[in-house]
């Protein structure tokens, strides 16, 4: 069986993702552009018709490149158009402009073609092109394919169900109707498209996880994507842990200020109500410095753990690496030290007693390999029975309890001791030396745990203004629907370094994503929504000005 992975149309399929990418990252290039220039045309992707309900993914830019082109500084759409048409002979704005519509869908149709696995995985790729001119849609298949003979490509035609179909060994094609225009990596695949017209039973508008998941969108997307979870993760060959969420549906808009994904999971079980949302961003913040490259703030911690988001995080982190370590624990490895050290569990010790409000933050330092780090936790009833918990862990490790005084401010710290010696003249000289392992205070209604004295300053001092008085954290969460279950915001620029210390991998993404890591200021992600069947929540992307 000939791999076409490799082939033409692998090669024009990777493009078109490219340029759906790109095409969307367009945005990021601009500044102070009426964002009605790329509001969607269409409320939900037209060629689901065509698309198996066992397709394991399919995403859709819903509006024609042109309008985003409007918007690009330095011909960064023009360039990618006439780099992925280079080896073809085709020129875009003589062939494809003239009938290109206002949608580009690109689907993995089937996970294998020929159903063999002996000879391995051979997915099936569909792409579909709204056209607006049949007659001049049809006149680009034709020219396309002659150029391929031209250029020793052997050229077979086929009539099936009333539709010409033109195809060789890598590349197939058909204009469908006076609606899209199809290309895929074999004829099968197109075969089975047109099939799926006719046979509405067996398309992916005819799924009840896709009907629901359409019902999660917002009136006007950009681009949406819809991912069926089980098939997924048979292509991809992984197992699923408690795999309570069946789909996802994602939508991407854009406002004055960057992108926005909202995301829905969707599940056939009955979901935990939320706890109780929040309206604003918690008063915790409001001692976490603006110098913050990571902050989670929220309320009530205390059912995390049997939390749906928390079910949900598990199903995707053992997907991905297949066992309990992810990248959330790289991320916030400061924490996961002192867990380790202290031989506790977060979930039993700490989280279990904190009922109010609470913000968690890393403060990256120059120089300095892990993060330092804060933990505000709003007083209540709960409040005393936990530090004695943690006042019983530290002295069962050998550490004491002691009180000081930084800026007027009773400090209490867990401190483990330790002798130096010195020898002055013929006898030696001790001194105890103590290092605080953890040390925290109360200030108002709020318990504030830190790593050191030092960052403890920087909080009783107010040095600098608090996250919650930050504009651009402020500009972040204002794009987030409300109420919500709370935050959590990354400055890009203040974590680069030790994202990329603990996430090696994340350089060469960067490197391929330039442009858009070039632009980023900060992400902030959010859950919200209270439906039985779905998980919503949303990713924005607020981008340089």
Excluded: C
């Excluded at 409040?383 to 002295?395: C, V």
């Excluded at 392992?437 to 909080?459: K, P, R």
């Excluded at 040095?463 to 409300?482: C, G, M, T």
């Amino acid at each position: 069986m000939v791999n076409r992975q490799s082939s033409f149309f692998g090669f024009i399929a990777a493009g078109a993702i490219a340029l759906i990418l790109i095409a969307i990252a367009v945005f990021w290039f601009f500044t102070r552009t009426p964002v009605t220039l790329v509001t969607s045309t269409t409320s939900q992707p037209g060629a689901a018709i065509f698309v198996s309900k066992l397709s394991p993914v399919m995403v859709s830019l819903l509006t024609n490149p042109e309008r985003l082109q409007a918007l690009e500084r330095e011909g960064e759409i023009s360039k990618i158009k006439t780099s992925l048409l280079a080896k073809s002979g085709i020129d875009y704005q003589k062939d494809i402009q003239p009938w290109l519509g206002n949608e580009i869908t690109l689907a993995v149709t089937t996970t294998d073609l020929d159903r063999d696995s002996a000879n391995g995985q051979q997915p099936g790729y569909l792409m579909a092109l709204a056209t607006t001119k049949q007659d001049k849609s049809r006149e680009f298949v034709e020219l396309l394919f002659s150029k391929r003979v031209l250029a020793g490509s052997n050229l077979d035609t086929e009539e099936y169900q009333g539709v010409k179909v033109l195809y060789d060994s890598q590349l197939a094609a058909a204009v469908v109707g006076d609606g899209f225009v199809l290309f895929a990596n074999d004829p099968s695949v197109v075969k089975d498209a047109i099939n799926n017209v006719q046979a509405p039973d067996l398309n992916l508008t005819s799924s009840p996880q896709y009907q629901k998941a359409l019902q999660q969108l917002p009136e006007a997307s950009l681009a949406v994507a819809f991912l069926n979870f089980p098939i997924v993760a048979q292509w991809q060959g992984l197992a699923l842990s408690e795999p309570t969420y069946d789909s996802e549906i994602v939508s991407l808009g854009l406002n004055s200020k960057g992108l926005l994904a909202e995301t829905s999971f969707l599940t056939a079980s009955e979901l935990t109500p939320p706890a109780t949302p929040l309206t604003k961003p918690v008063g915790a913040l409001k001692y976490i410095p603006a110098s913050a490259g990571l902050a989670i703030s929220g309320a009530n911690l205390s059912n995390l753990a049997d939390s749906d988001l928390a079910k949900f995080w598990m199903q995707i982190k053992t997907a991905i690496s297949g066992s309990e370590t992810d990248v959330i624990s790289r991320l916030v490895q400061p924490l996961t030290e002192v867990q380790k050290t202290w031989g506790i569990n977060f979930n039993q010790d700490i989280f279990s007693w904190v009922k109010g409000e609470y913000a968690i933050a890393l403060l990256p330092r120059t120089g300095q390999v892990l993060p330092d780090w804060i933990f505000v936790v709003e007083k209540t009833e709960e409040l005393p029975e936990g530090i004695a918990k943690l006042d019983a862990i530290a002295s069962a490790k050998g550490l004491s309890s002691n009180t000081l005084s930084l800026n007027k401010q009773q400090i209490s710290a867990w401190t483990e001791l330790s002798t130096k010696k010195t020898q002055i003249k013929d006898r030696p000289s001790f001194t105890i030396e103590a290092t605080a392992q953890g040390i925290h205070t109360t200030l108002d209604n709020y318990e504030i745990f830190a790593s050191d004295l030092a960052t403890m300053d920087e909080v009783l001092a107010g040095k600098e203004k608090s996250l919650l008085d930050n504009r651009n954290f402020q500009n972040s969460v204002a794009a987030i629907p409300q109420p919500n279950q709370g935050y959590i915001y990354l400055d890009w620029a203040k974590s680069q370094g030790v994202l990329e210390r603990q996430i090696p991998v994340l350089k060469l993404i960067e490197v391929l994503g330039k442009p858009f890591f070039n632009s980023l200021r900060s992400l902030t992600l959010s859950s919200y929504g209270s439906e039985t069947n779905a998980l919503k929540g949303g990713i924005f992307l607020q981008l340089q000005e």
